[in-house]
């Protein structure tokens, strides 16, 4: 990755009169003193490339002493025997090619000087109540030299602004990434439907799941895995992940793995015991008739909102052959009578969060249009809930969702997650082959 060059970028955006800040992500204690596994902030992560907690970079425009400056933990051999190595701030400043490089334990007693005549300041306001107060301590810092002419930041602009829509495209180095995080999720897909069967639990399918993607190499996995059978299904975010799975149900399995910093998000729904019932069949086969034609419609000059339309009216004419919606189909897109059983929209960006970051409509308030390396989603639905009158006894308790993640190019929709068998065809053949990972 060319770190360097996405620095470059931000210090040209920013002029001589900017100061950027980027802290990495703190760490979080689980219980007591235990602490979660840490993850780095994406944006830091994005900019640097250093993975090690306690970190911060610094961007100044035309600094003569050097432009980026990275904080990091010094060398500590003690603690280095209890929690693991460091680089270091002479290894991290190569590492990381930035100019200079200070021991963390510095930056409140330098940062004050930094921000001195500087009057852009731009750093991820909001996301952290003490990192802001934080920064505003050092703009106070500043600002009580302004008696001596030193001028101090006046404006404070998020990073976002910034740094955001760089992130939404894609450059071939990310794209190359991404296609290997979401391919090893693919294939912990394919690893949960040869192990699905009645009379697993959730978390066992869950932990055969997330097995593959830790032994082909991912240390994380991108979000709480999804694994709702049955009714549970029905529940957009299930992550309880706890009961035991019955012949005749479906399970909905929504699972990604993280890759070097970049996320896979698939979605598939199949039968526990390896046959889809004639009801689930014609849900399955609505809901992959919708998807495919909102991906068809992940077209760059396209608008953003053009493919969840797109899913939308099929599900809706769907729904009306069915009989569950008995309305014309002008009446239930004005009133929206689907979302009594589709209640998200189709998609979203995709990178190194899984719910990635870029404006979906511009300034006018328009839905953007798709451009060549955007990376998003498609996951249409339909969610019979037991407890919803309007679900015809038929369908109840069936919730179905199908994910796949989608580069924007000028050759058409690419789909990175082709590798999770999606058809009712090829998923009952995979099912009843069984078997240990391959």
């Given amino acids: 990755m060319d770190y360097r060059l996405r620095r470059q970028r931000l210090l040209r955006q920013l002029g001589e009169k900017g100061i950027l800040i980027v802290p990495t992500a703190t760490e979080q204690v689980r219980s007591r003193d235990v602490y979660f596994p840490?993850?780095?902030?994406?944006?830091?992560?994005?900019?640097?490339?250093?993975?090690?907690?306690?970190?911060?970079?610094?961007?100044?425009?035309?600094?003569?002493?050097?432009?980026?400056i990275l904080f990091c933990r010094e060398r500590d051999p003690e603690r280095e025997t209890w929690d693991g190595r460091r680089l270091g701030v002479d290894a991290a400043r190569d590492f990381c090619g930035v100019d200079q490089c200070f021991d963390i334990r510095q930056v409140d007693e330098l940062l004050p000087g930094l921000l001195e005549n500087r009057e852009i300041l731009v750093y991820p306001m909001g996301r952290s109540m003490d990192f802001d107060e934080r920064v505003l301590r050092w703009r106070r810092q500043a600002q009580a030299r302004s008696r001596q002419g030193i001028r101090y930041p006046v404006e404070l602009v998020d990073l976002g602004h910034l740094l955001h829509e760089q992130r939404l495209y894609k450059d071939p180095q990310e794209q190359e990434r991404l296609r290997a995080a979401v391919g090893l999720s693919a294939a912990g897909h394919r690893h949960g439907m040869r192990q699905c069967r009645p009379g697993l639990h959730e978390y066992a399918l869950q932990a055969e799941i997330e097995y593959v993607f830790a032994r082909q190499g991912a240390r994380s996995v991108?979000?709480?895995?999804?694994?709702?059978?049955?009714?549970?299904?029905?529940?957009?975010?299930?992550?309880?992940?706890?009961?035991?799975?019955?012949?005749?149900?479906?399970?909905?399995?929504?699972?990604?793995?993280?890759?070097?910093?970049?996320?896979?998000?698939?979605t598939r729904t199949y039968p526990v015991n390896g046959i889809f019932s004639p009801a689930q069949r014609d849900i399955y086969e609505l809901v992959l008739a919708s998807q495919l034609a909102a991906i068809e419609a992940v077209q760059v000059g396209r608008s953003v909102n053009d493919y969840h339309e797109a899913a939308v009216g099929v599900l809706v004419e769907g729904l009306r052959d069915l009989g569950i919606l008995q309305e014309s189909?002008?009446?239930?897109?004005?009133?929206?009578?689907?979302?009594?059983?589709?209640?998200?929209?189709?998609?979203?960006?995709?990178?190194?969060d899984v719910h990635d970051v870029g404006h979906y409509r511009g300034q006018d308030g328009q839905w953007r249009l798709l451009e060549e390396g955007m990376v998003l989603t498609v996951e249409p639905g339909l969610y019979f809930a037991p407890d919803n009158p309007a679900t015809p006894d038929r369908y109840r308790g069936i919730g179905i969702r199908i994910e796949d993640d989608i580069l924007v190019s000028k050759q058409g929709p690419q789909i990175l997650s082709e590798g999770a068998p999606k058809s009712i065809g090829e998923i009952e053949e995979l099912m009843a082959l069984g078997g240990v990972f391959q």
């Fill in 38 to 68: 840490f993850r780095p902030d994406s944006d830091f992560l994005y900019l640097t490339g250093f993975g090690e907690p306690e970190a911060m970079l610094v961007l100044l425009p035309g600094r003569a002493e050097g432009q980026e």
């Fill in 222 to 266: 991108a979000y709480p895995s999804i694994v709702g059978s049955g009714s549970n299904g029905c529940i957009l975010h299930y992550t309880e992940n706890l009961a035991e799975m019955q012949d005749g149900d479906l399970v909905l399995v929504d699972a990604g793995a993280e890759l070097d910093g970049y996320c896979g998000d698939i």
């Fill in 329 to 352: 189909r002008e009446e239930i897109l004005e009133r929206q009578l689907y979302r009594s059983f589709y209640m998200h929209r189709t998609g979203h960006w995709l990178g190194m």
